[in-house]
């Protein structure tokens, strides 16, 4: 997993760095009206291990995320 930003150009999303392997799979994020965006480094890791979570299947989706809620 990579953290990358990148731009839309001519309606395509154009990443920084070393180009994505044809065929994966990604997230966008797209910000409005030139909304700042930032994280810090350690931001930026805790993301980064989260979504390593996800990956592993460590998560609960929002239906029971929702019910958990309701019990309390």
């Not at 990358?4 to 044809?22: A, D, F, I, Q, R």
């Amino acid at each position: 997993m990579r953290l990358l930003s990148g731009k839309v150009v001519g309606g395509k999303v154009e990443v920084e760095g070393e180009p994505l392997k044809e065929g994966s799979i990604v997230t966008v994020l797209a910000l409005e009206d030139e909304e700042p965006f930032e994280l810090s480094p350690e931001q930026e890791a805790e993301l980064a291990r989260g979504i390593q979570e996800v990956e592993r299947g460590q998560f609960v989706d929002g239906d029971e995320f929702l019910k958990e809620l309701s019990r309390e």
